[in-house]
């Protein structure tokens, strides 16, 4: 079945340690986004990409990085994770940018030791 | 500024009874409103959308009903059942396509 795919489901890093999360699809989409979703709170999008095109919201922190090396992959980098960023990271595809349906990934729950 | 603003931020509703989730937008050029449903430990699912040319969709027992003017839009769960508690979120989507969320509702539906 066509799907999103998020590695790890749950990740445990250390104040300070870079982290990766990596997200594959299979659905062949265009668009790819990073989501940051605290506890009982909404998803808050991070950056998008379209194809190789990157887009960053303007108030994602700059510890925050991401890559898009295919169509398929794309990775959150964090470089030094504080303890603020423990969080459900959501990765997300569309077909285009139109406001088409976005699929989420099951999620990465990051804990900050 | 919040640009989706939800309510209620909680509801409880007994097994059977309606459900109504409201939310209302500020940005005019909004185009496409959806609605997703995520369950603890998952990843929100579209549950249903509407574009703003049309004032109401249904898919079997949920229904959007949407007031252009008033710029506001609404879910309908109708025969409420226990499965149906989740989270609900409501957004906003403008081109290019970034979605804007709402706080989200938790509904529980009580047996």
């Known amino acids: 079945d066509a799907m999103v795919i998020q590695n790890p489901r749950y990740q445990v890093t250390q104040f300070g340690k870079p982290v990766t999360l990596s997200c594959s699809q299979t659905l062949n989409h265009n668009v790819m986004y990073w989501y940051q979703q605290k506890s009982s709170q909404a998803p808050k999008l991070l950056f998008h990409?379209?194809?190789?095109?990157?887009?960053n919201e303007a108030d994602t922190p700059d510890n925050f990085q991401s890559r898009r090396p295919n169509t398929s992959f794309c990775f959150l980098d964090i470089r030094s994770p504080g303890l603020g960023d423990a969080a459900m990271y959501l990765c997300?595809?569309?077909?285009?940018?139109?406001?088409?349906?976005?699929?989420f990934g099951p999620g990465t729950r990051l804990t900050v030791l | 500024q919040q640009q989706v603003k939800q309510s209620p931020q909680s509801l409880i509703v007994q097994k059977g009874g309606i459900s109504i989730i409201n939310c209302a937008y500020e940005n005019t050029a909004f185009d496409y409103f959806p609605w997703y449903q995520q369950f603890p430990g998952k990843g929100p699912a579209l549950l249903i959308a509407i574009r703003p040319d049309v004032s109401e969709k249904k898919e079997g027992r949920f229904t959007i009903s949407f007031n252009k003017s008033a710029k506001q839009f609404s879910l309908h769960i109708m025969d409420s059942q226990p499965g149906d508690s989740a989270t609900y979120f409501c957004a906003a989507s403008l081109l290019p396509g970034k979605s804007t969320f709402g706080d989200g509702t938790t509904l529980t539906v009580k047996p």
């Open positions: 990409y379209y194809d190789k095109d990157f887009n």
């Open positions: 997300a595809t569309s077909r285009d940018v139109s406001g088409d349906e976005q699929f």
